[in-house]
């Protein structure tokens, strides 16, 4: 009977285009998962498994892309007080926003420029800081790639629509639209360059490249990583990791009501304060992007707990012991 329902289900998720195994799992929790939440999150990430090709490398692409997509989601662990908002991005203000807001974007996906836009700015996101190795973009060790070979790749957005048939313009309005200045652009020999201003996991990016070195702790008084008490325990085990990306990420400043600040998530309820002198002092390598975000690599990918200045819980600002 079990196998059966497996049978059938997949000769559903078939009509709809989907066929290969991990497209299947997906389709199996959108039909059938009993959390409203991650029905929601499958449904979204069942368009990357649509039947446009089936070769291997095709199938590669859309895992890395998957990979991505979990990762911005932020279904768990520790997520800088940030955003990358997005930080969005994964995640904040332009792209962590609430369900209400999300419902909002989703209606009529595909049609409306506003929409377009933002999945666009979304696969951008997800390109420049995880996918140009997969993808095999020539990246500059500052980030940099040219648009017209993003402009070339065989993906679709959010909104289905392949990026093939988007233009320069598109992407400037991306870039000007986004709210926490996740990307650089740069015209050089009179081509247009665009970059991710942090956030990266391709190690195709250089640090020293990518950002500016703070040489005096007077240069941002606040550093800040925003994260959540259930993985305060943790932290406070081992210390801030970077995980998967190249670094740790602090903001430079709190969000006052409405306001949204790269380098931080509106839905945090955790404020880690880095005591920055005795960081610099201790010989930690601390950065600042072009979208005012501190990174550091800390000390072979962690902040150890010693150079935590204070803990608080936030939005009611209590000290928390540590």
Avoid at 288 to 313: A, H, M, Q, W
Wanted: charged share 25%; net charge positive; glycine share 10%.
């Amino acid at each position: 009977m079990l196998r059966y329902e497996l049978s059938r289900s997949r000769h559903r998720a078939q009509i709809f285009g989907i066929d290969n195994s991990l497209g299947f799992y997906f389709w199996e929790i959108c039909c059938k998962g009993k959390n409203l939440n991650k029905r929601i999150r499958a449904s979204r990430i069942l368009r990357h498994f649509r039947s446009s090709s089936s070769s291997s490398y095709s199938l590669d692409i859309k895992f890395h892309a998957l990979t991505s997509i979990m990762d911005s989601i932020n279904i768990n662990g520790s997520s800088s007080f940030s955003t990358s908002a997005r930080s969005s991005r994964s995640g904040g203000g332009g792209r962590g926003s609430s369900m209400k807001e999300s419902h909002g974007r989703s209606r009529g996906r595909g049609g409306g420029g506003q929409d377009r836009i933002d999945a666009l700015g979304r696969l951008l996101t997800r390109i420049l800081r995880h996918m140009a190795s997969e993808l095999k973009l020539n990246m500059r060790s500052d980030g940099y790639v040219k648009v017209e070979d993003l402009l070339r790749l065989n993906m679709k957005t959010f909104a289905n629509v392949p990026i093939t048939s988007h233009t320069i313009d598109d992407i400037k309005e991306a870039v000007r639209r986004d709210n926490k200045q996740r990307f650089s652009l740069l015209e050089e020999n009179g081509e247009l360059l665009i970059r991710a201003n942090q956030g990266h996991t391709v190690t195709l990016v250089e640090t020293e490249s990518l950002l500016k070195p703070i040489l005096s702790p007077e240069e941002f008084p606040v550093c800040v990583h925003g994260t959540y008490g259930k993985n305060l325990k943790s932290i406070l085990e081992t210390g801030l990791k970077r995980m998967q990306r190249l670094h740790v990420h602090f903001s430079s400043g709190l969000p006052t009501d409405g306001e949204v600040i790269s380098g931080m998530r509106r839905d945090v309820n955790v404020l880690i304060f880095l005591d920055i002198r005795k960081a610099i002092e201790g010989g930690m390598k601390l950065y600042i992007s072009d979208n005012k975000v501190i990174l550091t690599e800390g000390f072979e990918g962690v902040v150890p707990v010693k150079y935590f200045e204070r803990i608080e819980s936030w939005p009611d600002r209590k000290l928390i012991p540590f």
